[in-house]
């Protein structure tokens, strides 16, 4: 606190301070001053649920073995995880979607033999032992975690390690969010306008998770040939691709622009990777 100012700033809420009138300030936790350390208070506070409509389809026959999932969910907590402090003064402010919450998920897996020797006949060996097998998956992204470490609120819960996030979150004023569902072009994911730090005091008003980041479109799938080399004895060759159509899928903005000090505030610069492409014998005895 320099001389003269009524306050201090971030994380100076224990130091002792000389006024310019040489008046000392123990600090602005008051009553108790620098001498006083810390209180462990435990209590049941938070809460979370989760609903969700869960639908599956399996299916047996001959040469295709399927089976598919979907799930449409909704998880809310005021804490996904011990990384989160809940707002002391406020802890319903912290209810939001969970960070693990998923909306809308649909995978599906499937083997199946395919009939070259209706074209090449059974006589080939060629023609006999081809599998396709693969997985599925469409999914939405993840919610956008915000944080703020700046202790603008001056309660002192900075992020200590165990603690990843402080309490404090940024400000939010009404605006179109502008989602950008294809970052490729490098601008932000959102409207990084509408997000500021908030005054010394105030914890923010911003929601910990308001919107989701990027969903998921992945296709993996294997090609395998068997040949039988004896009564117990089998070789397949095997070429596995992940990723099948190499299609970029951005992670979400929340672990580089969650933090709003960040210079990388609003933007996504990881995805998953490419595509993969991998071959393999195996035998069998």
């Not at 915000?146 to 979150?169: K, Y």
């Not at 969903?215 to 068997?226: T, V």
């Amino acid at each position: 606190m320099a001389p003269g100012t009524p306050t201090c700033g971030p994380f100076g809420e224990s130091n002792g301070y000389t006024s310019a009138s040489g008046q000392t300030v123990n600090g602005t936790r008051q009553v108790f001053g620098s001498n006083f350390g810390s209180v462990d208070w435990l209590s049941t506070i938070a809460n979370a649920n989760y609903n969700a409509l869960q639908l599956s389809v399996r299916h047996s026959g001959k040469r295709l073995e399927l089976q598919a999932g979907y799930t449409y969910g909704k998880s809310l907590d005021n804490s996904s995880s011990i990384a989160e402090q809940l707002n002391p003064l406020n802890y319903r402010a912290t209810y939001a979607p969970s960070a693990f919450d998923l909306k809308h998920n649909f995978v599906i897996s499937y083997r199946y033999e395919i009939p070259f020797e209706r074209l090449f006949g059974s006589g080939s060996g060629l023609a006999t032992g081809w599998t396709l097998s693969g997985i599925t998956r469409l999914g939405a992204g993840f919610p956008v975690t915000f944080t703020n470490a700046s202790d603008n609120s001056l309660l002192g819960t900075q992020p200590d390690g165990v603690n990843g996030f402080g309490v404090d979150l940024p400000n939010l004023k009404a605006g179109p969010l502008d989602l950008n569902h294809d970052p490729r072009h490098g601008l932000p994911y959102f409207n990084t306008s509408l997000y500021s730090l908030q005054p010394l005091g105030e914890t923010g008003t911003a929601a910990r998770r308001l919107f989701y980041g990027p969903g998921m479109q992945n296709f993996d799938a294997s090609l395998a040939k068997s040949v039988r080399l004896g009564e117990n004895r089998y070789l397949q060759l095997r070429l596995e691709a992940f990723n099948v159509l190499n299609h970029t899928q951005f992670f979400g903005p929340a672990s580089v622009n969650g933090e709003i000090t960040s210079s990388a505030f609003g933007q996504v610069v990881g995805a998953a990777p490419p595509r993969l492409m991998q071959a393999a014998i195996k035998v069998s005895f």
